[in-house]
C-alpha cells in the first residue's frame, strides 16, 4: 500500500456524496468515518483497518453514499481505475464475483435503510 497517496480529513469532513463519480477505495489508515444515507442519516461507521468506497468504482462508478470523517482520519487512497486492474491481474472471474456480492449488498442496503 506504500505506493498509493494518504490523505487526512478533518473531523466532520465530508470525504465524498452519494450521487459523485468514485474516483477512489479509501483504506483507513486511522479513525472512523460515518456512512450516511440520502436523507442525511448516519447508517454505519467504517474504522481503521477497514475499506470504504469500493462499491461505486466497481459498478459504474456513481456513489450511493455519503461519507464523512468522525474525528480526525487518514487514508490511503486506491483509483478506481488501479483497483480494477488488480482485480483483473488475479482473475477476471473475482471481479464478476465481487461485483455480484456488491450489487447484493446494495439491494440489502437500499431495503434496510432507503
Known sequence: MSNFPSQSFDDGALIFSAGDVA???YFI???T???LNAQGVVFAEVAQGQTFGEAAILQG?????????KGAVTC???GAQEACELLHT???LLVTIVEALLLQQSMQNTMRYG
Open 23 to 25: 474516483s477512489h477505495l
Open 29 to 31: 489508515q486511522s479513525g
Open 33 to 35: 468515518v460515518e456512512m
Open 61 to 69: 462508478g456513481i456513489r450511493s453514499a455519503s461519507v464523512r470523517a
Open 76 to 78: 490511503t487512497l486506491m
Open 90 to 92: 488475479y482473475s477476471p
